[in-house]
């Protein structure tokens, strides 16, 4: 067997030590979050007043729309309807309901009325009025002491995320069952908040990407990275912002994060990087940006379709997000190399020079002798005979191919995502068997000596003294290789996060929260100044609860919210994912597949103080811009706004 690439070394190839790196002082770091946390408090108290008081009163329209909103929820409670026909036709899931009735005037009180029954079903059902305070409270205190272990799991005891989180879920599994037999509290329906497509999801991609980097060596996986690797470390950090941006618009965050997140670990261990932040950084905040883009990009914009009254088309709500997303990608790349410019820009004396390197081809001495180095290895490589050439594609790399183009145009056509990842994974696993089987070479178990020399087999009697005829050796299975690779505590970690999220709202402190919050805008949300507080508190919400919840909530609370107000919910809670690394999934997946190989760097307190300025800047410049150019009517059609305001 020939051996595999050596890993890139730039300490050893230019013969001397990289220099120290100068210790951040504690204003550097937490500056830029304390300024844009504070400037973000005083745009909202000039534009709506410290107390409120600037808000603007409900206009006509606004009555209007709560006037028909009334009226439709009443005319459908009205409406007579069959018990099992309905389950027959809806279920529980939402997908089943028939958006195409709508297109008819005549049924759109029928769909109305099949939508406000799945939205009963579906979205967060209020028990709060079943706790009493101290359910309420004890249980809020139990999820917010678990949220700050989540947070922060290096403070306590070494359990990891995993474990902290399924031992949470667990922990509040236990106490409502306390609180229901005490009288505190309601029926904790733990199974109902397990949202089992995203595992599925995950499995399905995890068992993809185990079979994309281990099928052969110089495969896809291995020309992904090179694709992305350079000399240069600016470079390196822009191939990755600009394929995680793309790539999550395209298909989704998590399924991208997933699959590259090993492509970047690898990246820094190959190039033995001094900080990894920056790379892990520009893979999970442009994937949590990039996925704004499309109504296919993350769960909740998926979610956020089937849950909106009016139709929202893909080619509308792209149009709708293209300028705010761009504005966003170029805020959080020039935040990238300005925060980060000592990493990715060795030897510059300052941002000027910065500019000068990326724009006009400058470079200096570090940088040339790392790029040096880089291209001396590759060529060493190239040239030595021990190494095979991978820079082909083999049959095996190009059936790789064929099964991801086929899992895109599914996922592109509509099919199950979650039954397609993992259909896709089955199929890389026959593959993968039929070429172990067939095609790669056997192990070889023969013993040598301290010469070199092979030892004979060693012979094995019976009983009585006959020899032993050696059995073939039978090839190790999938299941005791590949299957043992899939990163459960991953699934575990998801799992124990919605239990306590379930939990945690069913006490309606998040809705209480929000409504108390919003004040005089929550009639208005995103109407004038009131959009820049509203998306505050989604960003805030989207971060306790989690932005799916959130959605959710939204969608009960306000059954027939406008196409241009739901746009606005997606955006801020999207984009909200880039404040803490609970904010998004996407986050929790790059830290983990971090950890996998030793890289703890990626941790709450590192990513915030880029998170947070980067995430403040981004949603209030996009949702500024949203604000101002949009398509999208901000009245609901189906419900009559659009008509009474003519």
């Known amino acids: 067997v020939k051996p595999r690439m050596m890993i890139y070394d730039e300490e050893s190839t230019t013969g001397k030590a990289a220099a120290p790196v100068k210790q951040t002082s504690s204003l550097r770091k937490w500056g830029p979050a304390m300024f844009a946390v504070f400037g973000v408090l005083a745009l909202n108290a000039a534009l709506l007043g410290p107390t409120g008081s600037k808000v603007p009163a409900l206009t006509e329209r606004h009555l209007t729309s ?36 709508a297109a008819d005037e005549d049924n759109v009180m029928e769909y109305t009325r099949r939508r406000h029954r799945m939205l009963g079903d579906y979205t967060h059902v209020d028990v709060s009025g079943e706790f009493t305070q101290f359910g309420k409270l004890s249980t809020t205190v139990i999820y917010f002491a678990y949220w700050v272990f989540l947070m922060f799991p290096n403070w306590f005891l070494p359990i990891g995320r995993p474990g902290i989180a399924l031992g949470g879920g667990l922990t509040m599994v236990v106490y409502r069952f306390i609180l229901l037999s005490t009288g505190h509290g309601p029926v904790f329906d733990a199974e109902k908040v397990i949202i089992m497509e995203p595992l599925f999801l995950l499995f399905g991609l995890m068992l993809t990407t185990i079979y994309l980097e281990k099928m052969e060596r110089g495969g896809l996986f291995d020309k992904l990275r090179d694709s992305l690797d350079d000399g240069c470390r600016w470079k390196r950090s822009a191939k990755i912002m600009i394929m995680s941006t793309l790539g999550s618009a395209a298909v989704m965050n998590d399924s991208i994060v997933l699959i590259f997140s090993a492509v970047v670990v690898d990246l820094n261990v190959r190039h033995k990087v001094d900080n990894s932040m920056p790379y892990m950084l520009s893979l999970a905040t ?27 088309g893909w080619v509308e709500f792209a149009t709708n997000m293209l300028l705010p997303v761009l504005s966003a990608s170029i805020i959080n790349s020039c935040m990238m190399f300005v925060y980060y410019s000592a990493e990715l820009f060795p030897g510059s004396s300052g941002h000027f020079e910065n500019l000068g390197i990326m724009f006009a081809g400058k470079k200096t001495p570090e940088m040339i002798a790392e790029e040096n180095a880089y291209l001396a290895k590759l060529a060493a490589v190239k040239d030595d005979s021990q190494f095979e050439d991978t820079s082909g594609w ?25 039954v397609t990842s993992i259909t896709a994974g089955a199929v890389l696993m026959v593959i993968a068997a039929y070429k172990r089987q067939h095609y790669d070479p056997k192990p070889d178990s023969t013993e040598y000596d301290a010469d070199g020399n092979a030892l004979p087999a060693k012979k094995v009697y019976d009983t009585n003294g006959n020899e032993i005829e050696p059995e073939e050796e039978e090839l190790v299975t999938e299941s005791e290789t590949t299957l043992t690779e899939v990163d459960y505590g991953l699934l575990m970690l998801f799992i124990g996060q919605f239990l306590l999220i379930g939990s945690f709202d069913d006490t309606g402190v998040p809705q209480s929260f929000f409504n108390a919050s919003m004040g005089g805008c929550a009639d208005q949300m995103v109407e004038g100044a ?16 989690s932005n799916v919840p959130v959605v959710q909530m939204l969608a009960a609370t306000f059954p027939y919210a406008s196409p241009y107000e739901w746009l606005q919910v997606s955006y801020s809670a999207t984009i909200a994912g880039n404040l803490t690394m ?3 999934a996407a986050n929790m997946i790059v830290a983990f597949q971090a950890a996998k ?4 760097t990626f941790t709450s307190e590192r990513h915030a103080p880029f998170g947070i300025p980067s995430c403040l800047l981004c949603l209030y410049t996009g949702t500024f811009i949203l604000a101002s150019v949009h398509f999208s009517p901000e009245c609901s059609v189906r419900l009559g706004e659009c008509n009474a305001q003519q």
């Open 66 to 101: 709560q006037r028909l909103a009334e009226e439709r929820t009443a005319a459908v409670l009205a409406m007579d309807f069959d018990e099992e026909s309905d389950r027959k036709v809806m279920g529980r899931n939402l997908n089943k309901l028939d958006r195409s009735l």
């Open 286 to 312: 442009t994937a949590n940006i990039g996925s704004a883009l499309t109504l296919t990009g993350n769960p909740q914009n998926i979610l956020i379709v089937s849950l909106a009254y009016d139709d929202i």
């Open 394 to 418: 083999t049959i095996w790399s190009k059936l790789q191919i064929v099964v991801c183009l086929l899992f895109l145009i599914c996922f592109a056509s509509g099919l199950d995502v979650c």
């Open 530 to 545: 009131c959009v820049y507080w509203f998306v505050m508190i989604i960003t805030i919400l989207s971060n306790i609860a």
């Open 582 to 584: 609970l904010g998004s």
């Open 597 to 600: 190989v030793g890289d703890r």
